[in-house]
């Protein structure tokens, strides 16, 4: 078995993973659609230029429908988890999120699919999810609120739907015009909630740098090497694997911005990279 796609994905995960720390170099006040649909915009667009150029685009025979329902999901997927953020917290959001996601995808996969989840990837999905939990109680929110945590759910199921649709999409389409079509219809979809607080911030130049390593390091590579790793494997080991976003999140923090984390956060972090290494290596052996 080839390891490489799933190297890719946790490649991607990581980048990803950066997006929180650099969000720390904008300045305050700056809404998250906005930073979202900015990302997807100039991610999404500088690809679509660049295929355009090399004409691998045919419009007429384009997979419409399966790009249109990947531009949804995702745009939906971060609408959901922003605004779900302002209802429970950053931590309790994000581990609801990201922690339902593969359970999502699991079940999408297999009934949508009739793709069965395996024994190696409940082993590695249940650790991963509980490495999550126990790393997100080191920042002490505590705050439930019963709309937020229906909103983080309604978001994981919307990035678990994104993952299986490309899925479908990247059997159809190649990976550079399947990035760049479905993040620039994405960055139309955020638009209207982006354009309530305007983008007069990207006229100050300290934004100019943090923006485009999000939308061209974080948005279009990352997503390239995403949906290069999906092609491989499964949707549901893929947003598992994905589970590395919010472990990268957390070292960044501790190496580059002085965060502290506590005995259990980083038991947390060993069960994360233990459900990585289970899933990436157990599924080797699997198949081998």
Not at 52 to 64: C, D, G, P, V
Not at 155 to 175: D, I
Not at 233 to 256: D, K, Q, Y
């Amino acid at each position: 078995m080839n390891i490489l796609p799933y190297l890719f994905v946790l490649m991607a995960a990581m980048l990803w993973g950066t997006v929180g720390t650099t969000q720390t170099f904008l300045t305050e006040g700056i809404s998250s659609f906005a930073v979202a649909c900015v990302r997807s915009g100039i991610g999404g667009g500088v690809l679509l230029l660049a295929v355009l150029a090399m004409r691998k685009i045919s419009f007429r025979n384009w997979s419409w429908k399966w790009t249109i329902l990947a531009a949804i999901a995702i745009a939906l997927f971060q609408s959901l988890f922003f605004t779900s953020v302002r209802f429970t917290g950053v931590a309790v959001g994000t581990v609801v999120t990201i922690g339902s996601a593969p359970v999502f995808a699991g079940f999408i996969e297999w009934i949508f699919w009739k793709v069965r989840p395996t024994l190696v990837w409940a082993i590695a999905t249940v650790l991963a999810i509980v490495g999550c939990l126990l790393l997100f109680m080191n920042q002490g929110e505590t705050a439930i609120n019963p709309l937020g945590i229906g909103l983080a759910l309604a978001a994981g199921s919307m990035f678990a739907l994104y993952t299986n649709v490309s899925k479908q999409l990247m059997k159809r389409e190649e990976t550079l015009p399947a990035v760049a079509m479905t993040f620039s219809i994405c960055a139309l979809f955020l638009l209207p909630l982006a354009a309530k607080d305007g983008f007069g911030w990207l006229t100050e130049g300290v934004n100019i740098w943090p923006i485009l390593f999000m939308a061209l390091a974080a948005t279009s590579l990352a997503y390239i090497l995403f949906l290069g790793g999906l092609k491989k494997i499964s949707s549901s080991a893929a947003v598992t694997l994905s589970l590395a976003e919010p472990l990268t999140a957390a070292l960044l923090g501790v190496f580059l911005v002085g965060e502290h984390l506590t005995f259990v956060a980083w038991t947390g972090v060993s069960l994360l990279l233990g459900g990585i290494i289970v899933l990436t290596f157990g599924t080797k052996k699997a198949a081998s």
